[in-house]
């Protein structure tokens, strides 16, 4: 429970923490609310030669109104996220989302950009912004790139975002129609064995239903994207809903569970998101 | 002992016992004040770290410390050779319970042979606990791999030896069978008999603090300040001394604040032997501390047990004769108490029933895990679980309500004193009263009725009611009856009650609180004794030094024999002062009387002198009786004659989902009676707790271990520990029902909790599908397993449709 010994330096901006972490891009790992690296350094999952805490770069922190989307900063707290005014407004399934992440030591410490950029299939705003087909800012030596949430989750533990690049915005649409999330996990501060966030077109035309843990990284439900689509209902489109899919085995849950819960929670989550819940 | 209570606390006269006092322990723990061994400053100290086996089993082909030698603040550091002259003896095991019990020899690190993952094989020693665990990471070590005894049932078939060259994995086969024959003509008469298998999994005590140790030596005059997070700094002091080769007299053991034990902390750990022998060697203070990981290997595991129970019945379901056939894990080695932990459960296996007919057989079997030993309850709450599983299923058998057959076969209130047939006399108790005061408070047939209503409607989230009837025995023990189980101890315990010259009282107790309110409990006694306030009695423990007899704390036994010790001592201190207040108020002793802490006159009452002028008296010693000498001061030792067997019934009440096989506790229900309660708010928080960690071995915590005998639950995200958002607020009532084992007519509450939580709950969740045909779920019942469950039995259905 002692992490390995490790140089520690404080960025006063993304520019001071880019250029850092351009001097040895492997060896070194930005640090925002720790929640998930730290536990992998006292494990020693984790050995960084060099942390470079961007806790406290200004300006970073903030959901606001841009238009025709919000946009959020990665320093952002899930807490902030959660109790947002823009946000439930706006992008009430992120805000919900947010609430359920951990427990509330959690949710003050965690940030929405520590978290996407962890890349870990658990975590449930992956599947909050894949559901809302976010884009993700990510700057670089090069300046900034957008990056599509169905292009920005590559594999476990792995994102779009470079060694050399941090992510700094989550841009949100806004929006429309149902929407509905469901967790099941075995006590409220756990991690989902599954989750599910859905979105339905206000015209009940479609929908993207974004999974937690069913696969090695975020994914959607195309099975039942496609099922939505051509007009099926909640219990035939989530009956598709691990189509394709290759859930992880563990301790919580075996592959076969997943896909069942998964097809259980899929329709909850179509049922609740399409009984128009605000 | 023979002494009786003159002014018994609980007979009239007591202001303070029995209310619901705030604990006085509390502000120290919720301010942060409180000390535990890991918060003591102690200069120069050194840190030790422990390098453990990765393998289940393996060979130590070498270890070479060479590189931690040379990293940075390493002081020393030292293989299992290098210290193996440290040592008078191997690690104790203080219950022997059969004259042929194999024990391998067990001593702090291994040196050629490494029987579990967690084992230790190397230690080194830094300027600082990181310095120190680098270091560790850099010995390295050589091992040959070798086959792991892991399943139990596996192991208990020889087919892998978890020690090398021992005869086989049996430690011992013990056997409680007063007349066998009964038993055989029961099952070949009866007209019913079930036959059940149950698995207890293996627990993770996780107590809140893990353990700690720091060892200063008094470097002119060989002493030994021991400061570790125990429950039992007496027997550890003497379990030190002998095998450490310390005279016992050199060294003084202090368990500062302690967070939580529940058994795991009632143990002589291989790092308390190593920072003693440590800082022997090194003439410097050497400290340790346990990771949250390192606890999931080196701290003992509580359960782990295959239970076999047998049912005979009549066509009523009254039964006739209870067998039992235990296979017990003890892991790779015998710590303290391991091989006992059955035994303390042997004897209730036909639980709050009368049965003429009994066998119960225990083996206790080696694998390549983590030592067992007590955990809460320690073998009552397994004996627990099968009786009352096993009656369920008998009532099901016969179509009753579960409730009606417990009924039917309690042991009377007009039983007790009860004989039971496995050989213990069972104090005083009233379960039909018991029963009643649950099934009112849970409003039973409401439950039922909405049970009916769900399971008619097709509602997916079905309900399930469980019952748990149950008693213990507890307050360890009456030393007799531990030297009839070959326990090499005794079960007393002491206590001085010292007035100080301004009138303050000082108690003195063996028992060693950690957590239980104890502080709390002795200065209301004392208080009602001695008519001083509560916050005038200070409550001196857990430091050899000052406390220099004792037993300590487990088995629910303070209160009944600690708590008992200190009230016969008060009870010397008043007939002391009595003494005294007759020579100045030149009266016979018994014309006075004591109230409010003055004796008066009976008759002219305005002729008083209060026990705090007294003190004072006894003090100055200027004028006393004739062959009275100073101070009011007197020691007491409580030896009982017979346990105390609290008892009661819980309701349990769950949601199962079945689409994704959840359950929900959405209600439970509580009825203890544990006697005569000193502060009933104390009582309260025993049961919640014991409600909470008895309900966590049944939904959400097991320590698994893989096929080779790596152990997968070594976090808090993979141990799952219930937190109050996973359970509802507990329902509680009490009946009470005095004990006569003792005179301030206590039980013990501390495991209560525990040991009837987990089969009602369980219960309740078998009762939930049982009409679908669910009669079996291991624990703990994960979602994933009911929704097998169910999945099964919905096929079984279908099949049988066919
Ligand atoms: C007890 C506990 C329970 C939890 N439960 C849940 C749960 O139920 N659901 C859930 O989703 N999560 C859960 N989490 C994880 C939590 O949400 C984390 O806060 C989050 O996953 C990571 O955010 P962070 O700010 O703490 O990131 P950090 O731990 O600081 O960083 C995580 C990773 O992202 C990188 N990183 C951080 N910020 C950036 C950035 N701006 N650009 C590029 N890379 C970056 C870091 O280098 C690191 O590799 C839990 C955590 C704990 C400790």
Redesign the pocket.
Known sequence: MIPASFEYRRAGSVDEALGWLAEDPDGT???????????LMKLRL?TPAVLVD??RVPD?SYVTDAGDHVAIG??T??RDVEVSDVARAEVPLLSHVAG????P???H???????L??G?P?????AAVLALGATLV?QGPGGTRDVAADDFFRGF?ETA?GPD????EIKVPKARGGWAFQ?F?RRA????IVGVAAVVDANGSGGRVAL?NMGSTTVRARGTEEALASGADAADAAARAADGLEPPSDLHASAEYRRHLATVLVRRAIEEATAGRA | MSATVTDGVLAGGSDIVGTRMLRREDPALLSGEARFVDDLVVPGALHMAVVRSPYAHARVASVDLSAALAMPGVLAAFSGADLSGEWASPMPCAWPVTSDMQSPAHYPLATSEVCYVGDAVAVVVAASSSEAQDAAGAVAVSYEELPAAVDLEDAAGDRVLAHTGSPSNRAYTWELIPDADAVERAFATAAVTISERYVQQRLIPAAMETRGVCVVPQPFGGEFTVYSSTQIPHILRTMLGMTVGVPEGRIRVVAPSVGGGFGSKLDVYAEELLCLALARRLRRPVRWKEERTEAALATIQGRGQVQEIDLAADEHGRLLAVRVRLLADMGAYLQLVTPGVPLLGAFLYHGVYDVPAYSFTCTGVFTNKTPTDAYRGAGRPEATYAIERAIETLARRIGSDPAEVRRRNFIGRDRFPYASVAGLVFDSGNYDAALDAALELAGYDELRAEQARRRAEGDPKLLGIGLSSYVEMCGLAPSRVLASLNYVAGGWEAATVRMLPTGKVQVVTGASPHGQGHVTSWSMIIADKLGVAPDDVDVLHSDTAVSPMGLDTYGSRSLSVGGTAIALAADRVVEKAKLLAAYRLEVAPEDLDLAGGEFSVRGSPSRSIALGTLAFEAFTAHDLPEGMEPNLEASATFDPTNFTFPFGTHVAVVEVDTETGRVDLTRYFAVDDCGNQINPLIVEGQVHGGIAQGVGQALWEAAEYDEAGNPLTTTF?DYLVPAATELPSFTLAHTVTPSPSNPLGVKGIGEAGTIASTPAVVNAVIDAMAHLGVTEIEMPATPERVWRSLRAAAHRTTEGAR
């Open positions: 790992k930005l640090l925002a609310g720790g929640h998930s690296l730290l536990p984790a961007i806790g970073l990665a320093l707290r899930h359920q992440v951990g427990d030591q959690v949710r410490r965690g940030t929405i950009g520590g978290s950029a962890h870990d658990a975590s449930d705003l992956p990510v533990l975002v690049e941090m992510l700094v967790k996990n501060q756990d991690w989902a937690v | 995200a």
